[in-house]
């Protein structure tokens, strides 16, 4: 074993979580790993790394469910959440010493886990969100919010940024800011969990509907299912919860409806897709550029920074996108899919890997 890594992993949604693995998968061949989440994300990993013995699994709560609830409680949310967040980032610094004592890390890396670092050990984190956009009458705190993510963020050594550093990425102002330029950071490109297969795209719509707020997301699952079985062809939706396993079929509508989808299967279904309807997370958003897939996009209601990327990548012509809060046709929306263009990488997930371990391993402190 060449070293001890720490690799902490945010816990909101599966994205973090999906987009780490190719990162993770490359270090626990010649090292020791020990990895941090909790909930979904880490039941995920769990399950993706259950056969590796290089890998050690550590429970840590993570951030709150961020902008969720509705009326006044969502602005009551809004302060209770953020002290939270606060508070959280120093009990992940508590418990990466420990970590780190315990275990004699040499090397940190954190998807979005602020407290995961240390002046002494060389410690990065990969973010796509450099700024926060925040709406409505929270859009006041702005400033106060992006200049505490920034101070987060300058506590490591290096910030790797998930995108391209020209005009033709995907991130748009949430990566491309004058916070981002004065971070120590580099573009690295797009990290993704798929890989492609030459496979028959019998699946002509593909539903990946998961995420943490679930206030809004079965509402919009039943929605979607409802639709569906208007559309003709093959229809196959995974919900993402790791919490129970089931396989549902619906022969009559040509319709099925996985709980969660892993390893082989969960790369598999998404090869064989002709059309991926999704919400905006930016996970998703690289895993279709990866895969040269054509996406529609419904932001999760309240999601800032969903909304903005749907809004966006609808605009630049790669991407459709719609509101789910309104109501919709969706095989109406569907046909909007054939002006799109997807998003062509400059290089994918394995260049963007190997680029990131190049930086590492030739780091000094």
Known sequence: MNKNILFAVNS???GHATRSLPLIEH????????IVSTGNALSFLKSEFKNNKNIDFYNFEGFPPLLRGSGINFYLYIFKDAFKAALSVKKEKNFCNELIKKHNINLIISDCRYGFYDKDIPSFVLTHMVDILLSGPIKIFSKIVNFYNYRCLNKYDLVFILDFEDKRNLSGKLSHNKHANKLLHKYIGILSSYKKEKIKQDIDYYFIISGFLLDTKYTFV???IEQSKKLKGKKIFVLGDT????????????IEI????????????MNRAKIVISRSGYTTVMDLAELDKKGLFAPTPKQTEQEYLAKSLNEKGYFSSFNSEKDFDLAKLLGNIKRTKGFKP?????????KIAKIIDGFKK
Not at 258 to 269: H, Q
Not at 346 to 354: A, F, G, M
């Open 12 to 14: 909101l949604g599966l």
């Open 27 to 34: 270090y626990a061949k010649n090292n020791k790993v020990y």
């Open 222 to 224: 039943n929605s979607l």
């Open 243 to 254: 919490t129970q396993m089931y396989h549902k079929v619906n022969k009559e509508n040509n």
């Open 258 to 269: 996985y709980s969660y989808a892993s390893g082989k299967l969960r790369n598999k279904l």
């Open 346 to 354: 400059k290089w994918k997930t394995q260049e963007s890997v190997r």
